[in-house]
């Protein structure tokens, strides 16, 4: 899969992808990512961006043929890329839309700045338009890492054997349960006895326990939006009942 990234602060991405999984991906030829700079696209003298907005307002708005031309030079050797905006209008990136991009060929990623972007980029040059959350940002840039990162954790092969499929497929949509790692006591504070006896059904089980009880008090949601096993139903029924 290959991402392209419209920008106008490439720079930004400079280091963010050198590291851990995203970096293995690269390194593996699961994913290639180039990053663009939007002023490459301009053709004037003062390679200009964005302009002031017609009827009036604070703050500038991203110039329509700059975003275009950049998209058709950077697509002009496919049929199929799907062209991403990220913007504080577009609907949530979630592990779904993680999913469904991991499944493609191509993704351009174009990071909004200032005001917003020309309506008209919105209506015939992009496919979809998303944000990763109700927040103020100062641009597309941070959100455009988040979803790089999100779908290429999901391309197969980028993680490790012993981190993959199994545990992904948790993603269920229940909280993580607690962890410990050594020393079993730690200025007092101690570790589970269940975690150190070795029988991991009982292991297994306190997990999953702790992972329904606080989604149940953090994250109501996730569990009223979910499908739940039988087993899963008998178990939150008990959380609840323990709850309050
Ligand atoms: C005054 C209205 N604001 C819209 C909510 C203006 C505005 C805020 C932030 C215009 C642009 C931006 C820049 N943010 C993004 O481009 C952005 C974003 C975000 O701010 N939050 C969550 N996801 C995203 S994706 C792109």
């Known amino acids: 899969m290959r991402f392209d990234i419209i920008t106008i602060f490439p720079q930004i991405f400079k280091e963010v992808f050198d590291f851990g999984i995203v970096r293995r991906a690269v390194e593996a030829n699961l994913v290639r990512i180039h990053v663009h700079d939007l002023r490459d696209y301009t053709y004037d003298r003062h390679r200009q961006v964005d302009d002031r907005p017609f009827g009036g307002g604070a703050g500038m708005v991203m110039k329509p043929e700059p975003l275009f031309r950049a998209v058709e030079a950077i697509t002009n050797d496919t049929a199929d890329a799907k062209v991403v905006l990220l913007s504080p209008q577009g609907r949530p990136f979630a592990q779904e839309t993680a999913r469904e991009y991991a499944a493609l060929d191509r993704v351009v990623l174009i990071c909004g700045r200032y005001e917003g972007v020309d309506e008209r980029v919105v209506e015939d040059l992009v496919n979809d338009e998303v944000s990763i959350g109700d927040y103020v940002l100062s641009g597309g840039e941070i959100p455009a890492m988040v979803v790089v990162d999100a779908v290429t954790r999901l ?15 948790f993603v269920g949509g229940l909280l993580d349960h607690p962890h410990y790692t050594r020393p079993a006591e730690f200025r007092g504070l101690k570790t589970p006895e269940v975690l150190l006896n070795g029988n991991h059904a009982e292991i297994e089980k306190w997990r999953r326990r702790k992972a329904i009880e606080k989604t149940l008090r953090r994250r109501p949601d996730l569990i009223l939006n979910r499908e739940l096993s039988d087993e899963e139903r008998r178990e939150l029924d008990e959380a609840k009942r323990n709850c309050s």
Do not use: D
């Open 155 to 169: 391309i197969p092969g980028a993680l490790g054997c012993e981190q993959s499929a199994e545990r992904e497929s």
